[in-house]
């Protein structure tokens, strides 16, 4: 699933193709009108002002005073296809559709650009394009019940929230987006190794000097993403299909499970807590007590 870091490449990516573009043209796929809500009407002939993101969720603003309102859940991914094939970009779920011939049939939404098309492809239809007016989108649930992100949220706060969430796993606190915004399974796991703390352990008991260390790591696990995420998407279009793994560039623990901690030498562990897959090192993030592993 594309998480936080990813939609940012998304935007960063897309912000130099499609600013200033203007939109000719929607085709939508009959089979699944839920992938475009709103009326085509407000897009068409309108060019892009700005791409924005809040959570997970792409803004693309028009200077008609509507928005493009993006998620991608599960397998979502944006493809823009160029006059240029040095321009090529594509983003999201990764799969060879980043490479194959477009439209096809996981291709929800066309949007024709007079310089190109910008696809719009989920195979498991969870994703969305919603039109509506920009002064609107703050009212939007989702985006409203958003916490705060890693880079705008202060310690005290952050620790004052671990607080009230005393005895659940602070993994599953950090994972909850009314919490902190932006932080999937991924980095969750991350940040935790970063901060030298056991996932189990209770969000109560955490100091506040703790509770510091994991959002100095959740800032800078995901910055390293971001960073990485922008030199992966050139690989992602090479005509040969290579997709790389943007994991490889900066998961210390994820996905790493039965190879040596990168720290200590001890074999990372993948247990479950709060739910999940959770990777971690058992010398470098002690358990507590209480820990029954699963
Ligand atoms: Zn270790």
């Not at 130099?16 to 089979?31: A, S, Y």
């Amino acid at each position: 699933m594309p998480e936080l870091p990813e939609v940012e490449t998304i935007r960063r990516g897309l912000t130099p193709l499609i600013v200033k573009k203007k939109i000719v043209q929607v085709e939508v796929d009959p089979t699944t009108k839920k992938a475009f809500q709103g009326d085509e009407g407000n897009v068409v002939d309108a060019s892009v002002s700005e791409v924005r993101r809040r959570g997970k969720a792409l803004l693309i603003d028009l200077d008609n005073g509507y928005t493009m309102m993006i998620h991608l859940r599960m397998t979502g991914q944006l493809i823009w296809r160029g006059a240029n094939e040095e321009d090529n970009f594509a983003a999201g779920h990764p799969s060879k559709n980043f490479t194959d011939a477009l439209p096809n049939k996981q291709t929800r939404v066309n949007f024709v650009f007079e310089e190109g098309v910008l696809y719009f492809n989920d195979q498991r239809k969870f994703g969305f394009v919603k039109v509506l007016p920009t002064g609107e989108v703050e009212q939007e649930k989702f985006i409203a019940e958003l916490a705060k992100e890693p880079w705008e949220m202060d310690v005290k706060e952050l620790f004052s929230k671990c607080q009230k969430h005393g005895k659940s796993p602070i993994k599953a606190v950090l994972l909850d987006q009314k919490v902190i915004a932006g932080l999937g399974n991924i980095y969750a796991d991350e940040s935790l190794f970063y901060a030298s703390l056991h996932p189990a352990m209770r969000a109560g008991e955490l100091s506040e000097e703790q509770v510091g260390l994991i959002l100095e790591g959740a800032r800078s696990v995901m910055m390293a993403s971001i960073d990485s995420g922008g030199s992966t998407m050139a690989t992602y279009v090479k005509p040969d299909g290579t997709t790389g793994s943007y994991l490889e560039n900066f998961a210390q623990v994820f996905r790493r499970e039965g190879r040596p901690c990168l720290r200590c030498g001890e074999t990372i562990l993948k247990t479950r807590v709060a739910g999940r897959g959770t990777h971690y090192c058992p010398k470098c993030q002690k358990a507590p007590e209480y820990f029954k592993d699963a």
